[in-house]
């Protein structure tokens, strides 16, 4: 069964820090361009960042500079590290395949920015 399980968020002040994983099973991330998403509420899900199997990513330009994609050399996990976090950064994260999403959507796991 394809599956995506996002986790690592959680409640942060502004300015600080978080580390998200996501790990997939029933096939193989290595192969495919994968992405972070987010979807604060009441709003659609949009794009994040994306990385390639040779490791080129690209991010929107509001988390530039905050935030780093990256995925091991080898096996099924991919991660966001998001520094400086702010408020508008709050929102439910996802990760899947990039440009289509291949699997279907996990759980995604909440981040929160708030003092």
């Known amino acids: 069964q394809v599956q995506l399980v996002e986790s690592g968020g959680g409640l942060v002040q502004p300015g600080g820090s978080l580390r998200l994983s996501c790990v997939a099973s029933?096939?193989?991330?290595?192969?495919?361009?994968i992405a972070w998403f987010r979807q604060a509420p009441g709003k659609e899900r949009d794009l994040v960042a994306w990385?390639?199997?040779?490791?080129?990513?690209e991010y929107v330009e509001s988390v530039k500079g905050r935030f780093t994609i990256s995925r091991p050399n080898a096996g099924n996990t991919l991660y966001l590290q998001m520094d400086n976090l702010k408020p508008e950064d709050t929102a439910v994260y996802y990760c899947?395949?990039?440009?289509?999403?291949?699997?279907?959507w996990g759980q995604g796991t909440q981040v929160t920015v708030s003092s």
């Open positions: 990385i390639t199997r040779g490791g080129y990513s």
């Open positions: 029933g096939f193989t991330l290595d192969t495919y361009v």
């Open positions: 899947n395949t990039y440009p289509g999403a291949l699997a279907a």
